[in-house]
């Protein structure tokens, strides 16, 4: 994580660093995208970025999570236990629908998670780069592991099988669904998204639905 002197950086020059970094970022992938590029956009000196960031690797980490607060994924807790069998689904659907209408304004924040799902194992190796993945981990399976708690106490998830393999499914659909959305975002307008992101949220309904629940 950066110094915490970082903080200390006026708002619109941090704003501003960490919109260039992450645009490099989700264009390039963390191994290729080029500090010295992103500080010659945000006109910035090394000198001054080694002042607040340790290396591109704590840059990027930085960056990460910037991308993750406004894309905002994860629902509080109230509201996932304030669900009822009516109101789950769409819910879910909702969840669902507004970071993919973020991207579409924005669409390296979806760029830069997706840089973060596609480190090397080289990468790997250094020590904050492990713990962000580890970080994104837990994020995703607290967050998931909410929902679909949830779901089985409403009687409209299975519990028949794993909730490993619940995860699993849920993932395997909406990661299918996220990489050919941004690969056509450009030919996409909103109304197109939110087609295609309710028809994922009905396949992930049918894959982990209780087996007593009406098709």
């Keep these: 994580m950066p110094f915490s002197r ?8 941090r704003e501003s660093l960490l919109t260039i970094a992450a645009q490099e970022f989700a264009a390039h992938g963390f191994e290729a ?8 956009a945000a006109q910035i000196g090394k000198s001054s970025a080694y002042y607040y960031f340790e290396d591109k690797a704590d840059l990027f980490c930085t960056v ?16 996932i236990t304030s669900l009822t069998t009516q109101t789950y689904w769409a819910a879910v659907a909702e969840i669902r629908d507004q970071p993919l209408l973020r991207t579409l ?13 596609r480190l090397s194992p080289e990468s790997l190796q250094h020590e904050s780069l492990t713990n962000l993945t580890q970080y994104l981990s837990n994020y995703t399976m607290a967050s998931l592991g909410a929902l679909i708690k949830r779901g089985q ?16 499914w849920f993932r395997a659909i909406d990661d299918a669904s ?19 992101s309710h028809q994922t949220i009905t396949t992930i309904k049918q894959a982990l639905a209780s087996p007593s629940m009406p098709p």
């Excluded at 991308?67 to 629902?75: E, G, I, T, V």
């Excluded at 304004?105 to 799902?117: N, S, Y």
């Excluded at 106490?153 to 699993?168: K, M, Q, S």
Aim: aromatic share 8%; net charge negative; hydrophobic share 45%.
């Design 6 to 13: 970082f903080a200390k950086m006026p708002g619109e020059k």
């Design 33 to 40: 995208a080029s500090l010295n590029r992103i500080l010659e």
């Design 64 to 79: 990460v999570k910037y991308c993750l607060d406004r894309l905002q994924f994860a629902p509080d807790r109230d509201t």
């Design 105 to 117: 304004q924005r669409p390296w924040l979806f760029g830069v998670m997706r840089a973060a799902e």
């Design 153 to 168: 106490e409403l009687g409209l998830i299975r519990t028949d099988v794993p909730n490993e393999l619940l995860f699993a």
């Design 178 to 196: 996220d990489s050919w959305v941004l690969a056509h975002l450009e030919q996409l307008d909103q109304d197109e998204i939110l087609h295609i």
